[in-house]
């Protein structure tokens, strides 16, 4: 718990210096950018459903295979964009890692 304070403390401190230095405002923007997107890479494999998002993805089909034998029933119930967004990321070849990314 305490690395959300720490991470919320932060951009708090951040959100202040854009707020009362303008012209230090871009690099403050920059600083909380790096530190959400640094947070978020370092929170990889975390989770509980992680495994059940990366097994998702394993059962997804590609367009290719959709349009010949039609998109499964999966055997975990998502919501209709996320399994299109699945379907997005493995016909252009990604991996799940780059789902997660997007």
Known sequence: ?????????ALFILAIVE???????RPAGYAALLLVT???ALRYETGYDWFEYETF????????????DGIPEPDIP??????LLNMVVKSLGGNF??????
């Open 57 to 68: 993805f394993d059962q997804a089909v590609t367009f290719d295979a959709a349009l010949s």
């Open 1 to 9: 718990m305490q690395i959300y304070i720490a991470i919320a403390v």
């Open 97 to 102: 890692l780059l789902l997660v990314a997007v």
């Open 78 to 83: 998502m919501e209709p964009l996320y399994v």
């Open 38 to 40: 640094t947070f978020a």
């Open 19 to 25: 707020a009362l230095r303008p012209k230090q405002a």
